[in-house]
């Protein structure tokens, strides 16, 4: 079993899992490899996981163990990951947890994050330029850097994000503002940009590359897409332990911030670009 495991995690690196996910997705194979035992009598394998393991184990972690949604998902989410393993190195002739669901979860109010998770996803974000090794990794990484600033003091949503371009910017030594262009409804709004942006940004215009887009974040590749920004912020929050870290949470700390402050809310329905205040 200890081989298993180590080839497990081997195939969880691969695939580019923090060390805080394997850890996780580690235990909670434990936990099951217990529970497959004491079920069935056997030590599990590989190749002796069954659709049926996977349905039965959810009903005991749902009825008699009485986890909360978020918990038997989070296991499920480790046996996907763990079969998948199995299935590509050829150790199970099929994909046992293809088609088994997760526990539907209630939608919450919308998320913001406090000044706490606010300071730990910049600390992050900053860690990365420190922490690069090489020229473009220290490139991407204020990129990131960027990304993540701008979002959290305008308020954009991640298709406007993807959609500035160099012009849709503009900034002096004391003051700067940000354009969209291409807003939902196509409504155009100004925002202005903070001391914290304009630094970022001008950081980020002094190490990108000179290529044929005028779209404000590239990769390697071309222009951002939408993933590759959400992705971004997947890897900050995780590894920053900030739970659910995307551009829309971003945007409505962007916003909860403003109400602090004390701004009315026609002000933040403006830059947010909402026509309705009950929105």
């Known amino acids: 079993m200890e081989s298993t495991f180590q080839s497990f995690t081997q195939y969880?690196?691969?695939v580019g899992k923090s060390e805080r996910t394997i850890t996780g997705y580690l235990a909670d194979i434990k936990i099951f490899s217990e529970w497959f035992h004491q079920t069935n009598g056997e030590i599990l394998?590989?190749?002796n996981l069954t659709p049926t393991d996977l349905r039965e184990y959810k009903q005991y972690l749902l009825n008699v163990q009485k986890a909360k949604a978020a918990t038997i998902n989070r296991h499920l989410a480790a046996l996907r990951s763990y079969a998948s393993w199995a299935k590509n190195t050829g150790s199970a002739a099929y994909n046992p947890?293809?088609?088994i669901k997760g526990i539907s979860q209630q939608k919450h109010a919308p998320k913001w994050l406090d000044r706490k998770e606010q300071a730990a996803v910049l600390r992050e974000a900053e860690r990365r330029i420190q922490a690069a090794k090489t020229e473009p990794a220290k490139r991407q990484a204020i990129r990131d850097h960027c990304i993540l600033t701008v979002?959290?003091?305008t308020g954009l949503r991640v298709s406007e994000l993807v959609a500035l371009e160099i012009e849709d910017i503009t900034f002096s030594e004391r003051k700067g503002e940000l354009r969209?262009?291409?807003?939902k409804g196509t409504k155009e709004r100004n925002i202005p940009l903070n001391d914290s942006c304009r630094k970022a940004i001008k950081t980020w215009y002094s190490v990108r590359s000179i290529d044929n887009t005028n779209k404000v974040f590239t990769t390697q590749r071309g222009c951002a897409t939408t993933?590759?920004?959400q992705t971004v912020l997947e890897s900050i929050g995780?590894?920053?332990h900030v739970e659910n870290m995307t551009p829309h949470v971003a945007r409505h700390t962007f916003a909860k911030n403003l109400i602090n402050a004390g701004v009315s809310l026609e002000k933040v329905a403006m830059l947010m670009g909402h026509s309705s205040l009950d929105t």
């Open 45 to 47: 394998h590989s190749d």
């Open 151 to 153: 979002l959290l003091n």
């Open 227 to 229: 993933r590759a920004i």
């Open 97 to 99: 947890a293809d088609g």
């Open 12 to 14: 969880l690196q691969d």
């Open 238 to 240: 995780e590894a920053a």
């Open 180 to 183: 969209v262009r291409t807003g």
